[in-house]
């Protein structure tokens, strides 16, 4: 979940999109990308883009709240929030014409610094000194902590981030989206500049960071800059994370009342990750169900009965907590008949064969969203360094593969994809106040 390009930190109820993480292969997309692993544990993919006069770096560092001492709920965002301000970096930020900017994800933490192309060596040493030697100071602490409060308030407050919240603490308890906006208030509230600092310092390591640049810079000598520049750092002892909680979760249902004019219905499961085998039918399966006009709940519930105002569907492929996620809003007095028509759907998705031609759209759909997502460079270094992290043996190369095999993806494949994700499922549902519509 991005913020500027992770694509968010989604505040996913408020943007309420489709956002698989997934990429279809672009012609030509890995034709002159680069990777190299570093002697400090550091990972660097490059890739050059000689249409743009810019260059992007992001540096994902495998940080997780799996992390999160016990009662420091919320330690990991207010620790990145003050990371990614590059409190201390104005002047050569300026001098650059670089922007910064950061974001969360379930796996990662993600800084991105871009800047003109010819000041990429300045972009990959700001990198490095932002990500791993900031200048965090006790005034910033407070503003970013009141900010990171709010955003919690503002979570809870709001009836789609709430559910949302709900469902995912349900799914994978104690880890809740995974993005900025995740976290305890009151366990935030009492955190000092130096849990911080020992966070930051515990975490943030070049042995568990990876790298990607694209750019209007000729590969390979952006590989010898972000080497030459990264090379130097040390590597440090990586902490275990805290356990995982029991694989099996039963179903159920999970009723909030909500004082709003919306209602909310929110069904996931525990997904795969991004280097699953099941992972493009499942993508498939989301596609089918849940995106764009055509298809099964937006027919159900948009174009035959007119119940809902919003459909969206989600799918998370992270090899911390994975999960697939179908969210609804609707009018307070709608929200059983929603519930029921939801359930009967992904009932359906997981016991019916889709046709030919249906099937044929979705794959069509999917891959052709996530080609047009791999026009900037901003995007294009985020999923290089995405797929090189969390796309299992094959790391980057994982992405060009996706598009073929979404393509050859049959029905019975998405059918067992759709089982094992919402067997068992968890469903919350938020009443709205009838009243105050």
Request: hydrophobic share 45%.
């Amino acid at each position: 979940m991005r913020d500027t390009h992770g694509l968010p930190p989604v505040a996913l109820a408020a943007a309420l999109l489709l956002s698989f993480t997934l990429l279809a292969d672009l012609p030509g997309a890995a034709a002159d990308t680069r990777k190299q692993h570093l002697p400090n544990g550091l990972r660097v993919v490059v890739q050059d883009n000689t249409h743009t006069g810019t260059v992007v770096v992001s540096a994902l560092v495998r940080v997780t709240a799996l992390h999160e001492p016990r009662g420091t709920a919320g330690i990991r965002q207010l620790t990145h929030l003050l990371v990614s301000r590059g409190e201390g970096y104005d002047e050569r930020l300026r001098a650059a014409a670089a922007r910064i900017g950061g974001s969360m994800a379930p796996d990662y933490v993600e800084l991105t610094v871009s800047a003109p192309a010819e000041a990429l060596e300045e972009c990959v040493w700001l990198t490095r000194e932002i990500l791993f030697r900031p200048q965090m100071a006790g005034e910033a602490l407070e503003t970013v902590r009141a900010d990171l409060i709010r955003r919690l308030a503002a979570r809870d407050a709001t009836p789609a981030a709430l559910t949302i919240e709900r469902l995912y603490q349900a799914l994978y308890p104690g880890l809740g989206t995974g993005d900025v906006n995740a976290g305890d208030a009151t366990c935030v509230a009492a955190l000092t500049i130096d849990d911080v600092d020992r966070f930051h310092a515990r975490h943030y390591l070049p042995n568990v960071t990876t790298i990607g640049v694209s750019g209007g810079v000729e590969g390979r000598e952006a590989l010898e800059i972000v080497v030459r520049v990264m090379g130097g750092l040390l590597p440090g002892s990586m902490p275990p994370e805290a356990p995982l909680q029991p694989p099996e979760y039963p179903d159920g249902t999970v009723e909030l009342d909500g004082g709003g004019r919306t209602a909310v219905v929110a069904v996931g499961g525990r997904a795969v990750a991004l280097g699953a085998t099941q992972y493009p039918a499942m993508a498939v399966g989301m596609t089918l169900l849940g995106s764009g006009m055509d298809s099964r709940l937006y027919r159900a519930l948009r174009v035959e009965r007119a119940l809902a105002y919003t459909i969206a569907a989600e799918l998370t492929p992270s090899g911390t907590a994975p999960s697939g996620l179908v969210l609804v809003t609707c009018a307070p007095e709608r929200l059983q008949e929603v519930a029921e028509v939801t359930s009967d759907e992904i009932a359906r998705v997981t016991e019916e064969r889709a046709g030919a031609e249906e099937l044929q759209r979705a794959r069509r759909y999917l891959v052709g969203r996530y080609a047009l997502r791999r026009q900037r460079n901003e995007d294009v270094a985020h999923y290089l360094a995405v797929f090189e992290m969390l796309g299992g043996p094959q790391g980057y190369r994982r992405d060009a593969q996706l598009a073929g095999e979404i393509a050859a993806v049959d029905a019975e494949a998405v059918m067992q994809a759709m089982r094992a994700l919402f067997r068992p499922a968890v469903a919350v549902n938020l009443r709205g106040c009838v009243e105050a519509g």
